[in-house]
């Protein structure tokens, strides 16, 4: 009996891990399939979900799962990673800004680099942002009106996002919104890690006229803990130029556009 139980608790291990590579490898699981290639009963593997939801490493949807969103480094640190790629996202977000806009920057390394190509471009726009760093660099263009939104700074999102934060957007009604997202799935829409963010993000998207979005591919079909917007709030999401195609797939059937990125060329 006690060996049956380790064997049986052997097997369920080794289950969850494969079950957690698929996750890594495509962003979804299907219980149909896993139950299937696993010889087990779709109530196993749903139960198997079950347990990895609940451990936070992956996120129940109809049918499946989908791949969760780990904790993000700090934005100063991300400002750093992968700079060409993030540069080329902001790019694309810059064609959507015109003279006499008033355009609001959340927090998101895609958005710092779009800070910097804002103020080189010197035209004359008002920006919005909770985030300071974001702030400090359109502080070097004179011809960019300057909005900062209040409250203390959530140190897990480097943003104001509280009550003060609602408070300053409740009052704005921003031309484009950029928003930052933890992660995109086609049949969730937008999600964030943290609650204070999630609201914040919502309750500025919906005083937006237009909101775009940059999605590193990493993020495709990952999902974090708390709803923001569905994806028919979203108007343009701004994807890598070498985007799974697959991965993509599941968005087509939204009126969202998206467009790519161009080739690194470094």
């Known amino acids: 009996m006690i ?6 608790e052997l097997l369920l291990h080794e289950r969850q891990a494969r079950i957690q590579e698929l996750l890594q490898q495509s962003g979804r699981v299907l219980a149909a399939e896993l139950a299937e290639s696993f010889g087990v009963s779709e109530d196993t593997i749903r139960r198997d979900l079950r347990e990895m939801a609940a451990a936070g490493l992956c996120k129940r949807v109809y049918g499946g799962a989908l791949r969760a969103v780990p904790e993000p480094s700090p934005l100063a640190e ?3 990673e992968r700079p060409q790629a993030k540069a080329a996202l902001a790019a694309v977000l810059a064609e959507l800004v015109e003279p006499g806009m008033t355009v609001f920057l959340d927090a998101s390394s895609v958005n710092t680099a779009l800070a910097r190509l804002l103020v080189e471009r010197g035209e004359a726009i008002t920006v919005v942002t909770n985030t300071p760093s974001i702030a ?9 009106e300057l909005i900062m939104i209040g409250g203390p700074i959530d140190r897990r999102v480097s943003a104001a996002v509280g009550a003060r934060a609602l408070r300053d957007a409740e009052l704005l009604r921003p031309d484009l919104c950029v928003l930052g997202a933890c992660g995109i799935a086609a049949e969730i829409g937008v999600t964030a890690l943290h609650l204070d963010d999630a609201e914040f993000k919502r309750v ?8 775009a979005l940059a999605i590193t591919s990493d993020k495709l079909g ?4 708390h709803d923001v917007v569905p994806l028919d709030d979203v108007g343009v999401m701004a ?15 939204s009126d969202m556009k998206i467009l790519r990125a161009a080739a690194d060329r470094n």
């Not at 500025?204 to 909101?211: D, E, K």
């Open 78 to 80: 991300r400002d750093s």
């Open 136 to 144: 400090a660099i359109l502080m070097g263009s004179p011809e960019i």
């Open 3 to 8: 060996r049956r139980v380790v064997v049986t």
């Open 204 to 211: 500025i998207a919906g005083r937006s006229r237009v909101v």
């Open 222 to 225: 990952t999902v974090a803990a």
């Open 239 to 253: 994807v890598e130029y070498d985007a799974d195609e697959a991965a993509l797939a599941p968005y087509a059937t």
